[in-house]
């Protein structure tokens, strides 16, 4: 096994013990990295802009969501760390071809907050607001 390997798959192993992985995710990230190192120690370091991270149809998880520039796993894919792609939340559904008013949000929370809203009634307390206000009388 090369060093090159080696290397790589110490980082993948740091980083399945840090957060759940799939078999795929695993293979991927090893090598990618093993491509990685390589090219950057042969002195030829390939980018490539438009290569996602991830699957955007998979990305979207029941405990998190993996964000398509950087790979990482989140909960909310917040303005902040969209922006440290240059990316604000429309243009990165653009990019990756989501619907455009699709929460970057996993799927746990976003049905967490679904439940909240509805025990809520918000829409119900808003017309008992209105009934019970009256009408200011006119001075004559």
Not at 87 to 101: C, E, F, P, Q, W
Request: hydrophobic share 35%.
């Amino acid at each position: 096994m090369d060093d090159y390997l080696k290397a790589a798959l110490e980082i993948v192993k740091a980083q399945a013990s840090v957060r759940n992985m799939t078999e795929e995710e695993i293979v991927n990230l090893a090598r990618n990295l093993t491509a990685s190192l390589k090219g950057l120690v042969g002195g030829e370091c390939e980018q490539k802009a438009e290569a996602a991270a991830c699957d955007p149809s998979k990305s979207i998880r029941e405990k998190s969501i993996i964000c398509c520039e950087c790979g990482k796993s989140f909960k909310i894919l917040t303005k902040k760390h969209l922006a440290t792609h240059g990316l604000d939340a429309k243009s990165y559904r653009v990019k990756h071809g989501y619907k455009k008013n699709l929460p970057l949000v996993c799927k746990g929370l976003q049905r967490e907050r679904r439940k909240k809203m509805t025990e809520m009634k918000l829409w119900t307390k808003r017309g008992k607001k209105a009934a019970v206000a009256k009408p200011k009388a006119k001075k004559a």
